[in-house]
């Protein structure tokens, strides 16, 4: 299985160690779209962790190659003109696109919508902590989580400091009590893992 990871940052670098430890592919290429040539060889599956402007040249790639490639995509901050190209990847390509690819942020969505139906009349807030190096805010786990709350944005308190990979907090406050959901990434192996998990059912869907 050939593998095409799209960005070689710390995020592209984790793929790939966990993507060989798993050993279900016998090629992986890192790729840095914006300044790397992509191949000829048709890849089986393609993760991207790098960032919006990125989209276009993954497009242009599956399309060159017949498409029907599963896409991974866990990428965030994308411009209405980048969203409009992942619609027309859509089109040749199946598409995974998640905020984040973690088991436990799936738990802790399930547990806040669980918490916002038991406590309609709770103050809500969300807070979110990444490392100085995201660039996008509030994060796309965040975002993910006031749409399932129905909050702007715009009110979620947004740190950027250190080398946290990520931690995500929702508050239900009540009268003299505060619930309190929290989710804290200790390393991006998790992200990586679950990408790679995600992308392995594609494959096997697609075989189907």
């Known amino acids: 299985m ?44 393609i993760i991207d962790f790098s960032h919006p402007e990125a989209i276009k040249g993954i497009y242009e790639y599956c399309r060159n190659v017949g498409g029907n490639i599963p896409v991974v995509i866990g990428t965030t ?20 696109r998640k905020s984040n690819f973690s088991k436990g942020v799936d738990v802790m969505a399930k547990l806040v919508d669980l918490c916002h139906d038991l406590i309609p009349e709770s103050d809500i807030a969300l807070e979110e902590i990444h490392h100085t190096k995201k660039i996008d805010m509030p994060s796309g786990t965040a ?18 400091m250190g080398t946290v990979p990520g931690k995500h907090t929702v508050y ?5 009590e ?26 096997n869907l697609k075989k189907v």
């Open 172 to 176: 239900f406050a009540l009268d003299d």
């Open 2 to 45: 050939f593998l095409i990871i799209v960005g070689n940052g710390a995020m592209g670098k984790m793929v790939e160690l966990c993507a060989k430890e798993d050993g279900c592919f016998d090629e992986i290429m890192l790729i840095e779209p914006l300044t790397d040539l992509w191949p000829d060889k048709k890849a089986d599956l």
């Open 77 to 96: 901050g994308q411009s209405e003109g980048e969203e409009s190209i992942i619609l027309l990847l859509e089109k040749i390509c199946p598409v995974l």
């Open 143 to 160: 975002k993910t989580l006031c749409d399932i709350l129905d909050k702007d944005y715009n009110q979620v308190a947004s740190i950027r």
């Open 178 to 203: 505060v619930i309190e959901i929290t989710h804290t990434a200790y390393s991006k192996k998790i992200f990586a893992i679950g990408a790679i998990e995600a992308g392995k059912k594609a494959m």
